[in-house]
């Protein structure tokens, strides 16, 4: 390992799966000396972690960039500073960034971070630029390894990436490349890793992770591959890991395996996120999701059969190209029948190169805008609704950090909700029985049940 000390900031958009990229983006820049730093200021390495998921992705981008220009100019003196763009708008804008932003040193997409150590090498030995962006996605994952620098309890490990489903306002496909799934026996020795390090909660993270299709372990070989089912079971079974999550699923990989996996297996957590972007079939057809509102709503069905508890998170989009007022009536209807515990919503925005954008009949952003907030406020009706039907309910939480407030600290309950509580420090990277004594949209309050009173 190196001796000599460098910064490294990393400003991370978008995506859990981007958190997941920063995080291993430390783990391979470790080894060369670099340590996190919280501001770019003085430090030797910038990276600017992107998504390009949202309109106008790209100019955020390309601000941040000039903002960080006399940064990187107050330190030519000092060693100088070297600034990379990873991430999706990496991958898509690559040899455009490195044209308009000469302060730019490297780019780098996101199958090919692990790269970032020879990149940044050859940059500072050809004192020149360096641009990859290949999908390359086995061979990052060969490469990676599992010693991964971890804090706290929870952590997220990417069993799946990319992207065959081609919705027509999503630009994943063309980011991340097509749908690819990590071996079991790989993804079993990462969270082994994490799991010696005192992780106790694990999400896996997929563009689509339920269409998760792994190579089956050694000595079963002749399974072929493995479905999520399949892969949480397994999980489950390593000592330490206590809850597993997953995200984000698509209704058209739903199988009925998965869904027994709910209720057969404990250790995880009873809250699905399952998009659905919008309640009409016509909107639906447009969005090329591949499946009804029927459809949905009978998964939806069949997750709260196998697992009573189940609490249901989505995803709306609202003024999609030639949304009629009858096509957002059927949305709201579906929220309705769903009742969702937490859901994200959006207006429809144009992502370049999609088939959405191209599209007539486009929705006028006032419309979008009322059509939106009619939206917000049924999702956080039934929000704040869920919430509040958990008061007096015992439920076990897994304490992840101090609170804000001294004596109290913060966990998340199986539904993910935050809850804060009066308790011990002691109590961190455990899970301890809360009784909910409040409720607010965001958050739970309690306090810690003893034996005696779980018992009771």
């Given at each position: 390992?190196?001796?000599?000390?460098?910064?490294?900031?990393?400003?991370?958009y978008g995506c859990q799966m981007n958190v997941y990229d920063s995080e291993r983006m430390k783990d391979v820049l470790h080894p060369l000396g670099y340590e996190p730093s919280e501001a770019p200021d003085g430090a030797d390495l910038v990276i600017l972690n992107t998504c390009h998921i949202r309109e106008k992705a790209a100019e955020k981008v390309y601000s941040e960039l000039g903002r960080l220009r006399p940064l990187k100019?107050?330190?030519?003196?000092?060693?100088?500073?070297?600034?990379?763009?990873a991430g999706c708008v990496a991958q898509a804008e690559g040899a455009e960034i490195m044209k308009r932003a000469p302060v730019v040193d490297l780019v780098v997409g996101p199958q090919t971070y692990h790269k970032l150590p020879e990149l940044i090498a050859k940059t500072h030995r050809e004192r020149g630029e360096a641009l990859d962006t290949e999908f390359e996605v086995e061979d990052k994952f060969d490469q990676l390894g599992n010693d991964r620098q971890v804090e706290g309890y929870t952590a997220f490990v990417t069993?799946?990436?990319?992207?065959?489903?081609?919705?027509?306002?999503?630009?994943?496909?063309?980011?991340?490349?097509?749908?690819?799934s990590r071996p079991v026996d790989q993804i079993v020795a990462e969270v082994r890793a994490l799991a010696a390090k005192g992780i106790?909660?694990?999400?896996?993270?997929?563009?689509?992770?339920?269409?998760?299709?792994?190579?089956?372990?050694?000595?079963?070989?002749d399974e072929g591959t493995w479905g999520l089912g399949q892969l949480v079971r397994h999980l489950a079974l390593i000592g330490g890991i206590e809850r597993i999550r997953f995200t984000t699923s698509h209704p058209r990989d739903m199988d009925d395996d998965l869904i027994q996996a709910f209720a057969d297996t404990p250790k995880l957590m009873p809250y699905f996120h399952l998009p659905v972007q919008a309640g009409s079939d016509k909107i639906l057809k447009a969005m090329n999701r591949q499946h009804t509102a029927e459809e949905y709503l009978a998964i939806i069905e069949k997750l709260?059969?196998?697992?009573?508890?189940?609490?249901?998170?989505?995803?709306m989009i609202v003024g999609f190209p030639?949304?009629?007022?009858?096509?957002?009536?059927?949305?709201?209807?579906?929220?309705r029948q769903v009742n969702y515990a937490s859901c994200f919503s959006f207006k429809y925005s144009k992502r370049p190169g999609t088939p959405g954008a191209a599209m007539f009949n486009q929705i006028d952003e006032a419309v979008k805008g009322e059509r939106l907030q009619a939206l917000q406020a049924l999702l956080n009706e039934q929000q704040i609704a869920f919430n509040e039907s958990q008061i007096g309910k015992q439920l076990p939480v897994l304490f992840e950090k101090p609170g804000r407030m001294a004596g109290q600290l913060?966990?998340?309950?199986?539904?993910?909700?935050?809850?804060?509580?009066?308790?011990?420090?002691?109590?961190l990277g455990e899970i301890a029985m809360v009784e909910i004594e409040g409720a607010s949209r965001n958050a739970l309050t309690g306090r810690l049940v003893t034996s005696e009173q779980s018992a009771a």
């Amino acid at each position: 390992m190196s001796s000599t000390r460098k910064r490294l900031y990393i400003k991370t958009y978008g995506c859990q799966m981007n958190v997941y990229d920063s995080e291993r983006m430390k783990d391979v820049l470790h080894p060369l000396g670099y340590e996190p730093s919280e501001a770019p200021d003085g430090a030797d390495l910038v990276i600017l972690n992107t998504c390009h998921i949202r309109e106008k992705a790209a100019e955020k981008v390309y601000s941040e960039l000039g903002r960080l220009r006399p940064l990187k100019e107050a330190k030519a003196d000092e060693g100088g500073m070297t600034i990379a763009v990873a991430g999706c708008v990496a991958q898509a804008e690559g040899a455009e960034i490195m044209k308009r932003a000469p302060v730019v040193d490297l780019v780098v997409g996101p199958q090919t971070y692990h790269k970032l150590p020879e990149l940044i090498a050859k940059t500072h030995r050809e004192r020149g630029e360096a641009l990859d962006t290949e999908f390359e996605v086995e061979d990052k994952f060969d490469q990676l390894g599992n010693d991964r620098q971890v804090e706290g309890y929870t952590a997220f490990v990417t069993v799946q990436e990319g992207c065959d489903k081609f919705c027509t306002f999503c630009v994943v496909p063309y980011t991340r490349g097509a749908e690819w799934s990590r071996p079991v026996d790989q993804i079993v020795a990462e969270v082994r890793a994490l799991a010696a390090k005192g992780i106790r909660e694990v999400t896996l993270l997929g563009q689509n992770v339920n269409a998760y299709h792994g190579a089956a372990p050694a000595g079963r070989e002749d399974e072929g591959t493995w479905g999520l089912g399949q892969l949480v079971r397994h999980l489950a079974l390593i000592g330490g890991i206590e809850r597993i999550r997953f995200t984000t699923s698509h209704p058209r990989d739903m199988d009925d395996d998965l869904i027994q996996a709910f209720a057969d297996t404990p250790k995880l957590m009873p809250y699905f996120h399952l998009p659905v972007q919008a309640g009409s079939d016509k909107i639906l057809k447009a969005m090329n999701r591949q499946h009804t509102a029927e459809e949905y709503l009978a998964i939806i069905e069949k997750l709260r059969a196998a697992r009573p508890d189940i609490a249901i998170s989505g995803d709306m989009i609202v003024g999609f190209p030639g949304e009629t007022d009858k096509d957002f009536e059927a949305t709201m209807e579906l929220v309705r029948q769903v009742n969702y515990a937490s859901c994200f919503s959006f207006k429809y925005s144009k992502r370049p190169g999609t088939p959405g954008a191209a599209m007539f009949n486009q929705i006028d952003e006032a419309v979008k805008g009322e059509r939106l907030q009619a939206l917000q406020a049924l999702l956080n009706e039934q929000q704040i609704a869920f919430n509040e039907s958990q008061i007096g309910k015992q439920l076990p939480v897994l304490f992840e950090k101090p609170g804000r407030m001294a004596g109290q600290l913060h966990g998340r309950s199986p539904y993910l909700q935050a809850v804060h509580v009066e308790a011990p420090e002691s109590l961190l990277g455990e899970i301890a029985m809360v009784e909910i004594e409040g409720a607010s949209r965001n958050a739970l309050t309690g306090r810690l049940v003893t034996s005696e009173q779980s018992a009771a």
